[in-house]
């Protein structure tokens, strides 16, 4: 039978880190610019994709005034743009 010893060496402590706001609203504006995604933010800075959609509900002006943001992946935008220059050639 596990004695409680042995998952001790298991767990790894994980260190509560806290961003400013100045940060989360600089992320949320740059979400909101297609400059990055929810997804490329929550690994580069190892936050859950949940924290990051609650900085866009709290910091986001869209959010705010009722506008809602279309995402699209770049790459679909990309292969239209070309699909449709081969239809023009």
């Known amino acids: 039978m596990a004695k409680p010893q042995d998952f001790s060496k298991e ?3 994980r260190v509560n ?3 400013s ?3 989360k609203r600089k992320k949320v504006r740059e ?3 297609n ?3 929810v997804s490329e933010v929550s690994k580069e800075y190892e936050v859950s994709t949940t924290a990051v959609y609650k900085w866009l509900d709290k910091y986001s002006r869209n ?3 009722g506008v809602k943001q279309v995402v699209e992946l ?3 935008t990309r292969k239209i743009q070309d699909l449709k220059a081969k239809i023009r050639e």
């Open 31 to 33: 979400i909101e610019r």
């Open 11 to 13: 767990v790894s402590q």
């Open 63 to 65: 959010r705010k005034r």
């Open 17 to 19: 880190r806290y961003f």
């Open 35 to 37: 400059l990055t995604t």
């Open 21 to 23: 706001d100045s940060f």
């Open 74 to 76: 770049m790459s679909d």
